[in-house]
């Protein structure tokens, strides 16, 4: 089973903010997959849902732990079902990389997200997958914490829709075609959609 989790912030008043891009993402995965809130359940401080992707076994994952303590959430579903780290896809706002870009690692550091930091912590490992979508780069002068809980402006939704397809297409790829594939096809994606501004027909 993989496990596809998405972090952010449960409660309204977060829904649209930049910390909550990986429940963004989530949901696109929800809508493509033809997933009905009905298959939705709460496990382990979580919504998740169940769902096959190319024949295999996945769970949709969104903490409702808040995002310094999603690690507690992704570890309880991991010892629960017996999930191997390697075949957990953890998917995050990214600050350090600008708006519109997405990024597969194999495995790698939290840097200086707090869900990312919690998650490393509670599974005492960095070898997971993870799919990182650009919300960045922070203005001059401005907190970090007040500029990851602030919304987007309505053409930087624009540019953020394109990413969430995206995104939800590489935790795709991971599953179905493994990562070093997803790695070379969503970076391929990423010079075409800086090139046209728009997500290719193919695509």
Do not use: W
Request: aromatic fraction near 8%.
């Amino acid at each position: 089973m993989y496990l596809i989790a998405g972090l952010g912030n449960p409660g309204k008043k977060y829904t649209y903010t930049r910390h909550n891009v990986g429940f963004m993402v989530i949901s696109e995965l929800q809508e493509k997959l033809n997933i009905s809130n009905n298959s939705v359940k709460q496990q382990c401080n979580g919504l998740i849902a169940n769902t096959f992707i190319d024949q295999k076994k996945v769970m949709l994952c969104e903490p409702l732990t808040f995002m310094n303590l999603s690690g507690d959430c992704i570890a309880c579903l991991k010892n629960y079902y017996k999930i191997p780290v390697e075949d957990i896809i953890i998917i995050y706002d990214d600050v350090d990389l600008p708006l519109g870009e997405v990024r597969v690692r194999r495995r790698g550091g939290p840097g200086t997200h707090n869900g990312m930091k919690s998650i490393v912590y509670s599974l005492d490992s960095t070898d997971f997958p993870r799919i990182r979508v650009g919300t960045g780069p922070v203005p001059e002068n401005t907190d970090l914490i007040d500029f990851v809980l602030s919304t987007f402006s309505k053409e930087q939704f624009k540019i953020l829709d394109r990413s969430i397809e995206i995104a939800a297409k590489a935790a795709e790829l991971i599953v179905t075609e493994g990562i070093d594939n997803a790695m070379n096809d969503i970076n391929r994606l990423n010079r075409l959609n800086r090139k046209s501004n728009e997500v290719p027909e193919e695509f």
